[in-house]
């Protein structure tokens, strides 16, 4: 009932509000299935991605159809307890999730640069006292 009054009101969205959301702290056993049961309660669903390899283990991504889904869900699963483990659930931001893969690439690029011409090794700093 309060969601439907919220979509016919002239209510304003923070900006960080969207369709999307991110989820971390999951089990790594989780099923899409059970993850269609948890999130489709809350909406409509349009697509949940489920991380698989290291990095993204225990994180998925739902799309809902409808934005005032999306908020919805993120207001009653942040903390939600699945299998011993509470959600963390949170809007997803292209510009902090950027931000993040490249600090991650300039932190290679630096160690790369570093290793080629043997500045910050304990070798490189070797052959500087010689």
Same mark, same amino acid.
């Given at each position: 009932m309060a969601a439907i009054s919220l979509r016919k009101g002239n209510t304003r969205l923070p900006p960080?509000?969207?369709?999307? /959301?991110?989820?971390?702290? /999951? =089990?790594?056993?989780?099923? #899409?299935e059970e993850m269609y049961?948890?999130?489709?309660?809350?909406?409509?669903?349009?697509?949940?991605?489920? &991380?698989?390899?290291?990095?993204?283990? &225990?994180?998925?991504?739902?799309? $809902?159809?409808?934005? $005032?889904?999306?908020?919805?869900?993120?207001?009653?699963? #942040?903390?939600?307890n699945v299998a011993n483990r509470y959600l963390i659930v949170l809007y997803y931001q292209q510009a902090k999730m950027s931000k993040k893969f490249d600090q991650k690439k300039k932190e290679d690029e630096i160690q790369k640069?570093?290793?080629? $011409? &043997?500045? &910050?090794? =304990?070798a490189a700093k070797d052959k500087q006292r010689d």
């Open positions: 960080e509000v969207n369709r999307v /959301l991110y989820v971390r702290n /999951l =089990p790594f056993n989780i099923t #899409s049961d948890i999130f489709g309660k809350y909406g409509a669903i349009r697509q949940i991605r489920i &991380g698989t390899n290291k990095d993204t283990r &225990g994180t998925a991504f739902v799309v $809902y159809e409808d934005i $005032y889904d999306a908020k919805t869900a993120v207001d009653h699963l #942040s903390g939600f640069l570093q290793e080629k $011409y &043997g500045i &910050g090794t =304990p």
